[in-house]
Structures are given as structure tokens and as C-alpha cells.
């Protein structure tokens, strides 16, 4: 059985937008780890446009030699997006139309997992999709920018797992709620 695993990097007032502003300094080994552990358990990566369009922009061009590069070039990707009209970048498709049921269909036998693309988690949040929702939370307040959650619907959430970093960095794994 597949699933969708979602994983942000998120400042402590809930910023996501433009981590490289802020995020680096707290980035070691154990980050590098646990981000690692989470894309090499998916069969594919699941973006939304504008992460896909930023991505696609760099990493064709990145430095060969980097073990990160031909990870990102060689994965098997899907792009989520209702305006985009194909995928040039290596190894992606794109899911249009009815999106929810696409992907529903597609996690029940692939393991995806979601770098970035926080409008994307926030409607698979809703629709009830994320399987794991992994927050690398910050100790920085940025003060600015887009937050992960907005306005919209509530959805209960249980702790599974919480790692500090020695950065500070905390590793918060949330899944669906159960019912008690």
C-alpha cells in the first residue's frame, strides 16, 4: 500500500515561504538525515507547480558530481497543477483535472512524498490524503511571509514523533487523528 508523507521546513510563527532566507543556518547531519529518510522511502515526488517550476529550473543545471542532483533528476516526479500543460524536467508528469481522485488512486500502490509545496499539503490535509505530515520546525520567528496555515478547515492531527536537533531544530511526525 502506497502513501503520501509530507515534509516543510517551518519557522516557530509558521513561515514556509523562502526557507533558504532563514533556514541554512540550522541545517546539519541530522536534518540532512531525517529529510534524506523521507524522500528515500517514496517511489516518487509529489510537488505542487511553483515548487515543481522552481526545481525544475535548478536542479537540470545543478552540479553533477552532488549525490543531491542525481537524486533529484533520476526520481520519478508528479507535478499537481490545473495550469501547467507538461512536465519537461526528467522523470515528471503532470496530475490535472480531478486531482484528489487521481492521487487517491495513485497512493494505493506508490509512496510518495511531498517536498515544499505547502498550498498542495494544506488541500491534501484537507481532503484527508497526508498519510504523515512532517514538520522541521525552526527556532527563528521570521515575522513575514506565507504561513502553512491559513484560514480554512480544521483538521485534528495526533503526535507521532518528536526528534530534537541539536540545532534546536525540532522533527515533529503528525498523522490523521484517530477517532477515540
Not at 515561504?17 to 532563514?22: G, K, N
Not at 549525490?67 to 507535478?79: F, S
Not at 512524498?113 to 498519510?131: C, I, K, P
Not at 496555515?149 to 485534528?156: E, I, L, N, W, Y
Amino acid at each position: 500500500m502506497g502513501f503520501i508523507k509530507s515534509g516543510l521546513f517551518i519557522s516557530l510563527d509558521g513561515v514556509i515561504e523562502a526557507p533558504e532566507t532563514w533556514h541554512f543556518p540550522y541545517f546539519n547531519d541530522e536534518m540532512g538525515a531525517a529529510v534524506g529518510q523521507l524522500m528515500g522511502e517514496a517511489d516518487a515526488t509529489l510537488l505542487g507547480r511553483k515548487t515543481y517550476e522552481a526545481f525544475a529550473s535548478y536542479w537540470p543545471q545543478a552540479d553533477p558530481a552532488d549525490e543531491m542532483t542525481a537524486t533529484m533528476n533520476g526520481a520519478r516526479k508528479y507535478v499537481v497543477s490545473n495550469t501547467l500543460s507538461e512536465a519537461t524536467w526528467e522523470n515528471s508528469s503532470v496530475i490535472n483535472g480531478d486531482v484528489y481522485a487521481s492521487l487517491a488512486t495513485l497512493k494505493e500502490d506508490t509512496g510518495l512524498s511531498t517536498t515544499g509545496s505547502a498550498t498542495l499539503v494544506r488541500s491534501l490535509l484537507e481532503q484527508g490524503l497526508v498519510d504523515e505530515l512532517h514538520l522541521l520546525v525552526h527556532p527563528i520567528v521570521v515575522g513575514h511571509g506565507k504561513k502553512l496555515f491559513a484560514d480554512g478547515q480544521t483538521v485534528p492531527l495526533d503526535l507521532k514523533s518528536a526528534t530534537t536537533f541539536q540545532t534546536g531544530v525540532l522533527h515533529l511526525v503528525y498523522t490523521p487523528a484517530t477517532a477515540d
